[in-house]
């Protein structure tokens, strides 16, 4: 079985191991359709903090994407910043780290993973 699995940048800050594709891991995922942003699913997500059901899944790594999203103000001169529809790019990366960093040329920020899983 293959499942995307989304991570998001602040799980693996915390309490993430780093990995890389051909790993074998298990991680703790939180089944179901979970949508990530406008047009970017994933069919898990990893969840070091108990935040909803959970189980134990063990799988191999088979892909991994650094996702960046740009973020603008909710309302024109606002302090609250929301997603911008459309705007999540992904990139293929060979290994993931607890720390990922952008270009500062970037008008985007790091979000997180999304991982091809073969259970």
């Not at 606002?78 to 705007?87: H, I, L, Q, Y």
Request: aromatic residues 10%; charged residues 25%; proline residues 7%.
């Amino acid at each position: 079985m293959e499942v995307d699995v989304w991570m998001d940048d602040w799980q693996m800050e915390c309490c993430g191991e780093p990995f890389q594709v051909g790993d074998r891991v298990t991680w703790t995922l939180a089944m179901g359709r979970y949508e990530v942003y406008p047009g970017l699913d994933a069919d898990a997500y990893e969840d070091h903090h108990e935040v909803a059901a959970t189980s134990e899944v063990t799988g191999t790594v088979r892909a991994i994407d650094a996702v960046h999203v740009r973020f603008a103000p909710e309302a024109p001169g606002g302090r609250t910043f929301v997603p911008v529809a459309g705007s999540a790019t992904r990139t293929p990366i060979p290994k993931a780290r607890r720390f990922e960093s952008a270009p500062a040329a970037r008008q985007d920020r790091f979000t997180g993973y999304l991982i091809r899983l073969t259970a």
